[in-house]
């Protein structure tokens, strides 16, 4: 990867409201090559999607997330990504991993209640014909999210004037 | 009963020779104000990166909280000439040539102590950081100063060290990339200052705590240059690449001779550096390269921010290359650089630091620390912006 298309992902992963006025400024090219650069890493899926971290909790949604263990038994013929497709389909289902270890795949699961989860996981997860077993951990608290520490106590402060 | 005294009888007469930091007075404004921006620091706003400070945590919980060698634990020092030999292609025996320092500050003194006698002259390239020259009074030599100037983008040439040079030279020092004002050295710039080191037969002290923010060009380590191992006290940390500055972590890199009169003072003052930082210092150097150039090109940005900030507002900021400071010209404005800071600070709240306290040649520049979030130093920059309107 070259510097610049490093300078710009890592602005726009910082945050992505960032202007391309701005990442001109902060990296020395011109707004215009910035625009340039940032197309052509979205039309190569490089850049996937603009999100928003939210804390549903302080918005008022309390939702409940459980992470789903499933042992799969493969048939001849599907592998993996058949499965993974019936799952990724659930709008429940917030995350698909393929994993290495005693399971086989890691799924997140959204709901808005304790019940509901469990009922979405009994019926239609556990369900599947190539789920052998599952093994659901409801979430209890996230201390970190994708690289943000939620949370966080404020930092010490520092002195405002030294050499 | 027993007659009173003054205390201020018994201080040395040397110390009224050196002024109080001029930083200090900014420091004292500021301490009761709210809402203030502060551009006016030396050190990284990042914490140190966490896998050092786990380091030290974990050293603490087994019980490594002895003397080391006076030296420094001969690990860290292992690493620093494995550094060095990788980075910089010059080699230092760790055994004899390394020395831990309790951060750039006591290596300074060390150097300056072991190698000044009364009445030496040291010559002091300007705007520096402002201990250079109280190190020299202290230690009774001389100091000389020179200013780089500002048209020379506050590079010191060969030939001006080369004028200032007496039979009682002993030394000259330079920092680069520099504080306050960004600026670095090419090759072929310290190229012919080693020439002028040869040719009298003295010493160069040179500070390169900057040297992993360079953002332009490549660092030339002084003492890599031909000859010149024998010749340098280099003198690093870790406070600037790796945001340590409060574990006071730093070394001296010199011939043997020369650690051995340094390790002389610094055994019956300091004994050795203290073991957490110096573990956190291994850990480091080992595992924070990835750390240090993750920082170095987010200052990058914050550098091009503030530079080009500064440029619209109308004060002319030559291109720092290196450290985390610009040094914009103020003299467009009509004031000197204590009146621009200082009213800078009561009517818009935004520290900054006058170039004049890191030398005469500083005078009409402002020191401005871009080691800030990118927020602060948009806010400092819209307030100054408003403060150069209204003059």
């Known amino acids: 990867m070259d510097e610049q298309t490093r300078d710009i992902l890592e602005i726009l992963a910082d945050d992505a409201r960032t202007s391309p006025e701005e990442i001109a400024t902060l990296t020395g090219m011109t707004a215009d090559e910035v625009s340039r650069k940032i197309e052509y890493l979205e039309k190569a899926k490089i850049i996937r999607k603009y999100k928003t971290i939210i804390d549903w909790d302080l918005?008022?949604?309390?939702?409940?997330?459980?992470?789903?263990?499933?042992?799969?038994?493969?048939?001849?013929?599907?592998?993996?990504?058949?499965?993974?497709?019936?799952?990724?389909?659930?709008?429940?289902?917030?995350?698909?991993?393929?994993?290495?270890?005693?399971?086989?795949?890691?799924?997140?699961?959204?709901g808005n209640s304790m019940?509901?989860?469990?009922?979405?996981?009994?019926?239609?997860?556990?369900?599947?014909?190539?789920?052998?077993?599952?093994s659901t951990h409801f979430v209890l608290k996230t201390y970190k999210e994708d690289g943000l520490i939620l949370d966080e106590p404020e930092q010490v402060k520092k002195l405002v004037v030294s050499p | 009963m027993r007659t009173q005294c003054k205390p201020s009888q018994f201080i040395a007469n040397s110390m009224q020779k050196v002024p109080p930091s001029g930083i200090r007075k900014f420091f004292d404004m500021v301490s009761d104000s709210e809402d203030v921006i502060t551009l006016g620091v030396g050190e990284p706003d990042?914490?140190?990166?966490?896998?050092?400070?786990?380091?030290?945590?974990?050293?603490?919980?087994?019980?490594?909280?002895?003397?080391?060698?006076?030296?420094?634990?001969?690990e860290l020092r292992e690493e620093l000439s494995k550094h060095y030999t990788r980075r910089h292609n010059v080699y230092y025996e760790p055994e004899t040539e390394i020395l831990v320092t309790t951060g750039v500050s006591e290596g300074l003194d060390l150097a300056i102590r072991a190698i000044v006698n009364p009445g030496d002259e040291v010559i002091v390239v300007q705007p520096s950081y402002v201990a250079y020259v109280p190190s020299i009074i202290f230690a009774g030599g001389v100091p000389v100063t020179l200013g780089a100037?500002?048209?020379?983008?506050?590079?010191i040439t060969a030939d001006e060290i080369k004028a200032a040079i007496t039979n009682k030279t002993k030394a000259v020092i330079i920092n680069y990339p520099n504080n306050p004002?960004?600026?670095?050295?090419?090759?072929?710039?310290?190229?012919?200052?080693?020439?002028v080191i040869v040719e009298h037969d003295i010493l160069m002290i040179s500070d390169e705590v900057y040297e992993r923010l360079t953002y332009e060009g490549t660092h030339t380590c002084f003492s890599s240059l031909?000859?010149?191992?024998?010749?340098?006290i280099l003198l690093n940390g870790f406070s600037k690449a790796y945001a340590m500055t409060g574990f006071r972590m730093a070394y001296a890199l010199a011939p043997k001779e020369i650690i051995d009169a340094m390790m002389l003072i610094h055994q019956y003052t300091m004994l050795c550096a203290p073991i957490t930082a110096q573990i956190g210092a291994i850990e480091?150097?080992?595992?924070?390269?990835?750390?240090?150039?993750k920082m170095a090109r987010e200052y990058n940005r914050r550098r091009k921010l503030i530079v080009s900030g500064l440029n619209k507002i109308g004060l002319d900021c030559f291109n720092p290359r290196g450290a985390f400071y610009a040094f914009p010209s103020i003299s467009s404005t009509g004031l000197s650089a204590d009146e621009f800071a200082e009213r800078l600070l009561t009517e818009y709240k935004v520290v900054t630091i006058p170039g004049n306290i890191f030398g005469d040649t500083g005078e009409g520049f402002l020191r401005c620390a871009y080691a800030a979030s990118r927020e602060d130093i948009k806010e400092a920059l819209e307030r100054i912006g408003n403060f150069v309107d209204g003059l």
């Open chain 1, 59 to 110: 918005a008022g949604d309390h939702y409940v997330y459980a992470i789903i263990q499933l042992k799969i038994s493969l048939e001849r013929k599907l592998g993996y990504q058949a499965i993974a497709e019936r799952l990724y389909k659930f709008p429940e289902v917030r995350s698909v991993r393929l994993l290495s270890g005693e399971h086989d795949i890691s799924i997140t699961v959204r």
């Open chain 1, 115 to 134: 019940k509901q989860v469990a009922f979405f996981a009994a019926e239609k997860i556990a369900t599947q014909e190539q789920v052998q077993s599952t």
């Open chain 2, 46 to 74: 990042y914490v140190t990166p966490w896998h050092i400070r786990e380091a030290c945590i974990h050293s603490i919980e087994h019980g490594e909280t002895s003397y080391t060698s006076n030296y420094g634990l001969l």
């Open chain 2, 149 to 155: 100037r500002p048209e020379n983008d506050f590079k």
């Open chain 2, 181 to 195: 004002t960004g600026a670095t050295m090419d090759r072929s710039d310290l190229e012919a200052i080693a020439d």
């Open chain 2, 226 to 232: 031909e000859g010149m191992r024998d010749r340098t």
């Open chain 2, 284 to 293: 480091a150097l080992r595992n924070g390269e990835k750390e240090v150039e």
